[in-house]
DNA sequence: CGCGTTTTGACAATCATTTTCGTTTTCGGC
DNA sequence: GCCGAAAACGAAAATGATTGTCAAAACGCG
């Protein structure tokens, strides 16, 4: 099916980074394809949905998305300036927040950790 | 100064969990204030600019506010539900975060990190 | 080919947040 | 107290991302 979405998800998994929906139209829409706004958001949404995608909220507010390595659990070390995003992991946050969820009471606990920065190529 | 701010900061404060810009507004109306949205979004933005109340992104994307009872590093523990938080700390998820952004070459790292679940009351 | 189903995209509608801009208050100096 | 500058206000318009609508186009299949 959908070689709509299929150009979505590649256009995303040719960035290192977070893309927002407007980013990865203008770039589908430079590229020379008649996608829509629309499909674009659609395609995002299910493949965020399907956990196929990750995304997030930057400062302004509007959501991100990467196309990351794994489909794992893992969470993002994300340039400020660029966007470039490195995957990492944290054994012991993970822990951390179920226990700290569950001491309070707390059930269907979930969290969500991003670490900022600014990157190599960006600080020099 | 500013009458208006107070009021802001105070009826934020008398919420446990992190409320909205319309919610506080509508809130205060209520409450017989003629307050204007407008002033309610520049007193938000002045009082956590100067770090006197927490903010951070809900689900949908818009920026909820929280009048935390110190204004040290801390992260939350949400309710998904009512929007109650818990002031949490994790010495541990410090370190790891400071540490991940270095052993990467990451400058000005900062970090986010919020648990969610359902509180007690709203699970039964 | 026909036909029902799914996908698509132009356009309108939402809705939180920001800008604008004239009005009102506040405040220090007189 | 009185006056003008500066700061604070608030109503209304502008912005901009995201979502809803709906008719047209693409697809699957007999
Ligand atoms: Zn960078
Ligand atoms: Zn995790
Ligand atoms: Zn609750
Ligand atoms: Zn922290």
Redesign the pocket.
């Given at each position: 099916?959908?070689?709509?979405?299929d150009a979505v998800r590649q256009t995303l998994s040719e960035s290192s980074g977070f893309r927002?929906?407007?980013d990865l139209y203008a770039d589908l829409r430079a590229d020379g394809s008649?996608?829509?706004?629309?499909?674009v958001?659609?395609?995002l949404?299910a493949l965020s949905d399907s956990g196929e995608i990750d995304v997030l909220r930057n400062d302004d507010?509007?959501?991100v998305y990467r196309a990351c390595g794994t489909e794992s659990h893992h969470h993002h070390l994300v340039c400020r300036v660029c966007g470039t995003a490195v995957e990492i992991e944290g054994p012991t946050v993970e822990s951390w927040a179920a226990e700290t969820g569950a001491k309070h009471g707390f059930t269907d606990v979930t969290h969500t950790v991003e670490v900022f920065g600014t990157c190599p190529r960006c600080s020099s």
């Open positions: 099916m959908s070689t709509r979405r927002s929906a407007q008649k996608i829509g706004l629309t499909t958001y659609r395609a949404q507010g509007e959501a």
